[in-house]
């Protein structure tokens, strides 16, 4: 049974923005119901003459059970009241539970609070669609924090949600407002709150762990209870209609250029409806904490691998470290800006953040590093040794490298297999293997293994020093000899 008090808190929630998902939710109505009430408010009719029922003369004493305990049932409510003489059925009883529930809801849930200057802060995430970056896009998403006494504002936007974006984003707030609150009202987000068993609530403990030097305290909502963070519930309506529309961004950055100007110039500069003043003018920030000094590091942490490419796999894309680092881990760190690479505490790589995919950002620097350690190998004896097998050895030196295969290491390999094998089957399967584009070791001994022969031979003599034994003379050119002989037979037939 509904009444002409929950009919005017219908339309009071719905004037203040609520859902008819939120409206029900917090009456204890069927959304249908609220639906019905709102196009037609009339519809309810006058209780004021309606007929007497079994159960008036003890309407008195079910309050005064239900003061008592709260949670009475109705069949407890029912045998009571029977042992007084009531003859009606459980149904009514159960209506009647049912009104003075709600109206304790209603007197409990809309009593408007007003913190004391600096105590509290609501916080709530909001999507806004996404951003295109060329063949790219990623999600939208603001942090909205609103210091509860004075209604300042600050909104941050950002890609993610995670742990590390809700971290960095309150410390922005807190140096944006001056200071930290006594307490921090949040939703039920998984970066916040874990677990909730009735009134028991489990805060993410990374969450604690930040909080704990501000000397935060947290405090979770109800579940379908928006209207205990109200103040950050309106907030984010006026965001959507008062800053959102027939905007356009470039990026990340230019949607927070804009967000700092707007929050400056008019959302903390008007006159708020419910205060009467400025919230930029009414924030007292004496009364906020002092934030930690120094402020700890809040950036996005990852422990990464450096791969063959000197690269490291971060959100998406590859971001190149110095070429010396392959195959160690780094410590990279991320902001919205710039991402930034650690090795044993020391700083060796800062890249512009991409908010692209599938993009690699590669510095000048650590490509003429690679330049300068490819001729630096190039060098080597062993590789001199190679090449002089001829051109298939010099293409397929160069594709190894390209491929960051280690240079070293594979052709002393491939060397052995010559040996083995002999040099023209070697040539044989280079020569394959590059018309199959196969680059690596493997490959050419498979392609030996399964199509040659190995040629049998013997030391002529073993010494004791093992470098001795494993020296190796480049290939001869005999055309070089050829040209050599053609060069004589000429001279000698001029002579004669």
């Not at 069927?30 to 709102?38: A, F, L, N, P, S």
């Not at 974006?165 to 410390?171: D, G, I, S």
């Not at 796999?313 to 800006?337: E, H």
């Not at 297999?417 to 089957?425: I, K, Q």
Request: proline share 5%; charged share 30%.
């Amino acid at each position: 049974m509904i009444n002409k008090r929950t009919v005017f808190e219908i339309h009071r929630l719905n004037a203040m923005g609520f859902s008819k998902r939120q409206i029900a939710a917090c009456l204890n109505l069927d959304r249908g119901t609220v639906t019905k009430y709102i196009d037609h408010p009339d519809s309810i009719g006058n209780y004021s003459n309606r007929r007497s029922s079994k159960l008036d003369p003890f309407r008195g004493h079910i309050k005064e059970m239900v003061e008592q305990y709260p949670r009475v049932k109705t069949p407890v409510v029912l045998r009571k009241i029977k042992e007084n003489g009531f003859d009606g059925e459980i149904t009514i009883v159960r209506d009647y539970l049912r009104e003075i529930r709600l109206e304790t809801i209603q007197k409990q849930a809309f009593v408007r609070f007003e913190s004391r200057p600096g105590k509290q802060m609501q916080i709530d995430w909001g999507h806004f669609g996404s951003l295109r970056y060329d063949d790219s896009t990623r999600k939208l998403y603001a942090l909205a924090i609103i210091e509860a006494h004075s209604r300042m504002l600050y909104v941050a936007f950002t890609h993610s949600q995670n742990q590390a974006t809700l971290h960095r984003c309150l410390v922005e707030a807190f140096l944006y407002l001056g200071g930290a609150p006594g307490e921090i009202v949040v939703d039920n987000m998984l970066t916040a709150v874990t677990e909730r068993v009735g009134a028991m609530v489990r805060f993410n403990e990374a969450f604690l762990d930040f909080l704990r030097p501000f000397g935060i305290t947290p405090i979770a909502c109800n579940v379908r209870a928006p209207h205990e963070k109200g103040k950050i519930e309106n907030s984010i309506k006026y965001l959507r209609n008062n800053f959102w529309p027939l905007r356009t961004f470039t990026d990340l950055d230019d949607v927070n250029h804009q967000i700092l100007s707007w929050l400056d110039t008019t959302a903390n500069q008007r006159i708020h409806q419910t205060t009467g003043e400025k919230p930029a003018e009414r924030l007292v920030r004496e009364a906020l904490k002092p934030l930690p000094d120094p402020l700890s590091d809040f950036r996005e942490t990852e422990t990464l691998k450096v791969y063959k490419d000197f690269g490291v796999r971060f959100d998406a894309n590859i971001y190149t470290v110095p070429p010396g680092l392959v195959g160690k881990n780094v410590t990279v760190k991320a902001d919205s800006r710039t991402i930034t690479a650690y090795y044993k505490d020391k700083q060796v790589a800062v890249h512009p953040r991409s908010w692209r995919k599938k993009q690699r950002l590669e510095l000048p620097s650590h490509s003429e590093q690679v330049k300068k350690l490819r001729k630096k190998v190039l060098l080597d004896r062993q590789i001199m040794i190679f090449m002089s097998l001829g051109q298939e050895a010099v293409d397929y030196l160069e594709k190894l490298a390209d491929a960051a295969q280690p240079l070293k290491k594979t052709v002393e390999r491939l060397l052995a297999l010559s040996e083995e094998y002999g040099a023209a089957s070697l040539i044989y399967a280079l020569k394959k293997a590059l018309a199959h584009k196969l680059y690596g070791f493997a490959y050419i001994q498979n392609i030996l293994y399964q199509e040659m022969t190995p040629t049998v031979r013997h030391r002529p003599v073993c010494l004791k020093n093992e470098d001795l034994n494993n020296i190796r003379l480049p290939r001869p050119n005999l055309a070089e000899y050829d040209a050599i002989a053609v060069q004589r037979r000429k001279k000698n037939g001029k002579d004669s």
